[in-house]
């Protein structure tokens, strides 16, 4: 199990000591200086859990530094903790306001200040699920609520302006008159279904469907072939290809909605 991290910074070298001589176990621990480029650098480099203030006589000069990091440590979600005497203690609170999470006065308990970085972690542990199960919940919500995509190919544009007519009032829809072109779209696009012309010059559906089940990302995405064809041989020739179904020409709207929902809703 990875040790938390332990950035360690101040004056007051015999806490500091303490630190590196009960807590190494515990923790990865690094020290610091209180210049603020070493601090960014040591924050970037060690990315650490805690950054942990040694305080012994600190001026107002010197805290400074921690209002200049207010941000970055805000930013990577670094835990500031203080130790030393209540009146350093109470002057870094004053001088630094609302940035210590917690502070800890003399006589230190190093005992004490390990339990708390550890709660504060699991704390934060928890918080970072329950934000993910949030999050989750929020996608999945936004995904059921999005308009789903359909994109059609087909040579002809007739078709693809009654079959956008059909489609507009319930589905974003996507009009391709090639494969070619339905591969541009998606190489930075993604639809949902493809309805898809079976006969066209040049790549026919039935290639199209090949090169499109090539492609990993796309081998998914259900494939409604567009024919008006009717021969029962080429039909059968078109359903050994395991499209998702095949709708006859001229196309009846509730047929073709109620296909559709059949597979993305």
């Known amino acids: 199990m990875d040790k938390y991290k332990i950035l360690i910074c101040g004056k007051q070298n015999i806490i500091i000591d303490d630190f590196f001589h009960h807590l190494s176990d515990d923790f990865d621990l690094l020290t610091t200086s209180f210049r ?38 805000t930013r990577e979600s670094i835990f ?25 006065e003399k006589p230190i308990n190093i005992v004490a200040i390990r339990n708390r970085i550890n709660d504060y972690m699991e704390d934060k542990k928890k918080k970072e699920i329950e934000d993910a199960k949030i999050q989750a919940e929020l996608e999945k919500i936004k995904e ?53 012309d079976y006969e066209m ?32 041989d080429k039909i059968t020739a078109a359903l050994s290809l395991k499209p998702q179904g095949y709708l006859l020409k001229p196309i009846d709207k509730d047929k073709l909605i109620g296909t559709i929902e059949k597979f993305i809703g």
Do not use: Q, W
Request: net charge negative.
């Open 36 to 73: 603020y480029e070493d601090i960014v650098k040591h924050v970037s480099l060690f990315h650490p859990d805690v950054f942990m203030l040694c305080l012994n006589g600190e001026t107002k000069e010197d805290l400074s530094v921690m209002m200049e990091l207010k941000r970055i440590f």
């Open 144 to 196: 059921e609520n999005r308009r789903k995509h359909v994109l059609v190919i087909d040579d002809d544009p007739i078709m693809l302006k009654v079959v956008k007519e059909h489609l507009h009032e319930n589905y974003d829809v996507a009009t391709a008159i090639s494969g070619k072109i339905a591969y541009k779209f998606l190489e930075s696009k993604t639809t949902d279904m493809i309805l898809l």
């Open 201 to 232: 010059p040049g790549e026919d559906g039935p290639d199209v469907l090949i090169n499109l089940r090539k492609r990993e990302e796309l081998s998914n995405i259900p494939i409604i072939f567009l024919t008006g064809v009717s021969d029962k």
């Open 80 to 104: 500031v903790f203080i130790a030393g005497s209540r009146e350093d203690c109470d002057f870094f609170k004053s001088t630094v306001v609302y940035m210590a999470e917690e502070s800890f």
